[in-house]
């Protein structure tokens, strides 16, 4: 494929030797789970984060799934979030027995609508989980003006944006608690799957710590039932390499969204048939975990298979919104019910955009798309 959507092998060779050696210690040492590699990382990832606490855990979704466990969040309880999320979001407030209420979506940013979560709070209500979305930052100042005014929890769901900046805080520091993500293909990601929760206080990052190993707080002497949250050394080693080029990477990934910017607008293409990300005013760093545009008219399928045949990357996060989710029935969902994020889910195409894609890559996304609507 000429551009693929995302090609981690060139960010792998600008730091194979530095990581091969470090994997090999690990390897003689034989010690894997948690240990100084792991303790190591989650002070990094703190500070990186502008937060108290990190706890490294197995993944994006077991960071949101314990942070809801150590609120003790459970049957009889609503979670508020975004229908237009990944699913992990809503799948974790489903697995602790609670009931996701949804509060559709701002169309600019994709991020959930602070204006239309008071009216989703009732007695029921024990937290709100904000998604920054693709990278960019929810409105946090409004979300945590109600989460305070009615006593909820915040659990930013930061899976998609480390690094990113809301009104000159990182995301993960403003809420409670901030569940992140190290797959793949996250802005920082490991050889594998791996996540972290961070704190800004440090009993809640307690409670956090010891749910990860289930429960104990003594070896063998379980104060509560948890689970097997762990991270894995070699990831957290791997990961503390990796942190310390984060900066220059999201750096590369905005130098291509600035370039995309004049490239579609050089092409006469932003006149409405697609429509670029939006800044929003209070987002201070952005780091396009991805770079979704919206197609317009009903063409976004056509486009999306368009670019395939031209052997162009693209992908549609996501398609369906959760509210209409055959999993999530019981819930009632109906079509209509979240409009904008009924029409996102319609509209959405991802383009590449990590840092290593060259302009002369992006001139060909460009043009595949001109060409798509010249008919060719
Ligand atoms: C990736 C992601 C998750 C889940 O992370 P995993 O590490 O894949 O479990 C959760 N929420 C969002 C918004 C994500 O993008």
């Known amino acids: 494929m000429p551009v693929p959507l995302l090609d981690l092998r060139a960010q792998y060779a600008s730091f194979k030797d530095e990581v091969l050696p470090v994997i090999a210690e690990i390897c003689d040492a034989q010690q894997f789970i948690l240990g100084a590699k792991v303790e190591t990382f989650e002070k990094e990832v703190a500070a990186y984060c502008q937060s108290e606490r990190a706890i490294g855990v197995t993944s994006g979704s077991d960071a949101l799934l314990v942070a809801l466990m150590a609120e003790k969040i459970g049957p009889g309880d609503e979670v ?25 979506i701002d169309p600019v940013t994709f991020n959930i609508d602070p204006a239309a979560i008071e009216a989703k709070v009732t007695a029921k209500t024990r937290a709100i989980i904000p998604v920054h979305l693709f990278g960019q930052a929810a409105d946090m100042d409004p979300i945590m003006a ?17 690094g990113a900046e809301y009104r000159g805080k990182r995301v993960g520091s403003i809420g409670d608690y901030g569940a ?3 797959f793949p293909s996250k802005n920082l990601g490991c050889f594998g799957d791996g996540g972290a929760v961070t704190c800004t206080d440090n009993a809640k990052a307690d409670m956090v710590k010891i749910l990860r ?39 590369a990934r905005q130098s291509n969204a600035a ?59 996501y ?5 209409l989710q055959p999993c999530f029935a019981e819930l ?13 889910s319609a509209e959405v195409l991802a383009l590449p955009i990590y840092g290593e894609c060259t302009l002369s890559q992006r001139q060909m996304v460009v043009d595949a798309v001109k060409a798509f609507y010249q008919g060719k």
Request: proline share 4%; glycine share 8%; with cysteine.
């Open 332 to 344: 009632g969902g109906k079509p209509g019910d979240y409009p904008e994020s009924e029409k996102a």
């Open 180 to 182: 992140f993500s190290f």
């Open 259 to 317: 370039d995309y910017e004049k490239m579609f607008a050089d092409a006469g293409l932003t006149d409405g048939r697609i429509t670029l990300p939006a800044k929003a005013p209070y987002v201070v760093r952005h780091i396009y975990n991805q770079y979704c545009i919206r197609v317009a008219d009903g063409k976004r399928d056509a486009l999306r298979d368009y670019l395939h045949q031209q052997g162009i990357g693209c992908a549609v996060y």
């Open 146 to 162: 109600i989460a305070r005014k009615h006593g909820l929890i915040v659990i930013e769901d930061a899976c998609q944006a480390i």
């Open 80 to 104: 508020i979030t975004t229908p237009f999320t990944f699913f992990a979001t809503v799948g974790a407030i489903v697995r602790v027995g609670a009931k996701p209420v949804f509060a559709d």
């Open 319 to 323: 398609p369906l919104s959760l509210h």
């Open 213 to 251: 190993n289930h429960g104990q707080s003594k070896t063998y002497f379980h104060e509560y039932v948890g689970g097997n949250f762990r991270l894995d050394a070699l990831q957290a080693a791997v990961l503390s390499i990796k942190l310390r080029k984060l900066d220059s990477w999201s750096a």
